[in-house]
């Protein structure tokens, strides 16, 4: 059984995965989706809004905005922060953005991008309003979800029987993935594991290629919006997981 770290910053994690069953690492990558919780904008209190825009557009493009989310959020059950907007366009159009959002109770919940619109004000247009930001979860609202990308794929195998073929420029080039490279005139899989299956590759040179599956061998990929880094979303996926079947223990433990 072995985990290895293929990339991993702040906003990205992949990592390959063998001996473990595909159902437990499929599980991580919907936990990481509908399970982890973040924080998002729930309720809106509008003070004034003399824009153009409902109050209901408003706070539905405001729920949509990503929040920071710190770990220590994850330990609790319900939390809830306040945000406040107050902005004006003097002279001439201005656009309130996501930056406009200022945190009162934590200075780090805010949004993980300041450069997200979210109305523009014509001159002497006002909008102030209490934003209040609540833990939720990815299965009750997509805006809850900290991923914009949670995949499982197998492990490609890719096997070369002529590097040497006259077809090595044309192979490079159909792939959509870069994975192919010719190194002193040699064709070489440089990058596998970015194999898509897609096989387009194939259709150059069914002949000399093979790509196939690793057996027991899988890539999960995770990729963050923001509101939390990508290894603690991972991280609180699988103990979310362990958490669930410990009660799923008990209740069989009363059979
Ligand atoms: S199957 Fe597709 S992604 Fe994979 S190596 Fe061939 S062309 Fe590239």
Do not use: W
């Given at each position: 059984?072995?985990?290895?770290?293929?990339?991993?910053?702040?906003?990205?994690?992949?990592?390959?995965?063998?001996?473990?069953?595909?159902?437990?690492?499929?599980?991580?990558?919907?936990?990481?989706m509908?399970e982890?919780?973040?924080?998002?904008?729930?309720?809106?209190v509008?003070?004034?809004?003399?824009?153009?825009?409902?109050?209901?557009?408003?706070?539905?493009?405001?729920?949509?905005?990503?929040?920071?989310?710190?770990?220590?959020?994850?330990?609790?059950?319900?939390?809830?922060?306040?945000?406040?907007?107050?902005?004006?366009?003097?002279?001439?159009?201005?656009?309130?953005?996501?930056?406009?959002?200022?945190?009162?109770?934590?200075k780090?919940?805010k949004?993980?991008?300041?450069e997200?619109?979210?109305?523009?004000?014509?001159?002497?247009?006002n909008?102030?309003?209490?934003?209040?930001?609540?833990?939720?979860?990815?299965?009750?609202?997509?805006?809850?979800?900290?991923?914009?990308?949670?995949?499982?794929?197998?492990?490609?195998?890719?096997?070369?029987?002529?590097?040497?073929?006259?077809?090595?420029?044309?192979?490079?080039?159909?792939?959509?993935?870069?994975?192919?490279?010719?190194?002193?005139?040699?064709?070489?899989?440089?990058?596998?594991?970015?194999?898509?299956?897609?096989?387009?590759?194939?259709?150059?040179?069914?002949?000399n290629?093979?790509?196939?599956?690793?057996?027991?061998?899988?890539?999960?990929?995770?990729?963050?919006?923001?509101?939390?880094?990508?290894?603690?979303?991972?991280?609180?996926?699988?103990?979310?997981i362990?958490?669930?079947?410990?009660?799923?223990?008990?209740?069989?433990?009363?059979?």
């Amino acid at each position: 059984m072995a985990v290895d770290v293929l990339e991993k910053d702040k906003l990205n994690l992949t990592i390959k995965i063998e001996g473990y069953p595909l159902d437990l690492i499929n599980g991580l990558r919907r936990y990481a989706m509908s399970e982890v919780p973040t924080l998002a904008v729930e309720d809106v209190v509008f003070i004034e809004n003399s824009s153009l825009v409902y109050d209901e557009i408003v706070a539905h493009r405001l729920g949509l905005v990503p929040l920071k989310t710190p770990k220590k959020y994850l330990e609790m059950e319900d939390a809830q922060l306040m945000l406040v907007l107050d902005a004006s366009a003097e002279d001439s159009v201005r656009t309130v953005y996501s930056g406009d959002l200022v945190p009162v109770e934590d200075k780090e919940v805010k949004p993980v991008s300041n450069e997200i619109p979210i109305i523009k004000l014509a001159p002497k247009q006002n909008i102030k309003l209490e934003a209040y930001a609540r833990l939720g979860k990815g299965k009750k609202h997509s805006k809850y979800s900290p991923t914009s990308k949670s995949i499982v794929k197998p492990t490609p195998l890719i096997n070369i029987k002529n590097a040497k073929t006259d077809k090595a420029k044309q192979i490079v080039d159909s792939c959509p993935r870069n994975v192919f490279e010719i190194i002193n005139g040699n064709l070489v899989a440089k990058n596998p594991y970015a194999c898509t299956f897609c096989e387009e590759c194939l259709k150059v040179d069914r002949e000399n290629l093979e790509i196939s599956e690793k057996p027991g061998s899988y890539i999960l990929s995770i990729e963050s919006i923001g509101q939390l880094e990508a290894k603690d979303i991972i991280l609180e996926s699988a103990s979310l997981i362990i958490k669930d079947l410990d009660e799923f223990n008990k209740g069989l433990e009363a059979l």
